[in-house]
């Protein structure tokens, strides 16, 4: 099978994170927790989405914000996944370790990985590769510390992981 790259849904969803998630089709914000459950938001009262240096923070309409620490954040979406927070028609088998890194990131997946772009929080694309390997290392030494999004594209699917740069 081919590589074809997949990158609309992924930009269209930090597009809505970005610019305000009121106009997505979903009616509700999803953030799925480290310890397997999951948190849901109407997208009528949530205002904005802020992402400080330690926490994702939630300001809705009724004026309490809601914190979530990027220690307890596994991910967020407009979609509902199961309870174990894997769409198996979405997410692909691909590894990012480690999670926590200072030189470089190797990426693993049982099929060719297509390409790969590493996204900063305010959605600003800072590298696009395409390496076509079922693994590949990748350079993040020259990065700020802070926290990055892989939109990771491979042969079965797209997926993102979330790395976080010392």
Avoid: W
């Amino acid at each position: 099978m081919k590589c074809k790259v997949k990158k609309a849904g992924f930009l269209l969803l930090c597009g809505m994170m970005l610019l305000g998630i009121s106009s997505a089709k979903s009616n509700n914000l999803y953030v799925y927790l480290t310890n397997g459950t999951k948190q849901s938001f109407s997208v009528e009262t949530v205002q904005k989405l802020t992402f400080t240096d330690n926490a994702l923070v939630i300001n809705q309409t009724s004026g309490n914000p809601v914190n979530v620490s990027y220690a307890n954040l596994r991910f967020f979406s407009l979609k509902e996944f199961s309870n174990s927070g894997v769409d198996t028609q979405t997410i692909t088998p691909v590894n990012a370790f480690p999670s926590v890194a200072v030189d470089k990131v190797t990426l693993t997946s049982e099929t060719n990985i297509c390409s790969v772009g590493i996204y900063d929080l305010q959605g600003r694309k800072l590298l696009e590769l395409a390496p076509n390997v079922q693994q590949t290392d990748i350079e993040v030494s020259t990065y700020p510390a802070g926290i990055y999004l892989l939109h990771i594209s491979n042969e079965a699917g797209v997926t993102v992981k979330k790395i976080i740069k010392k």
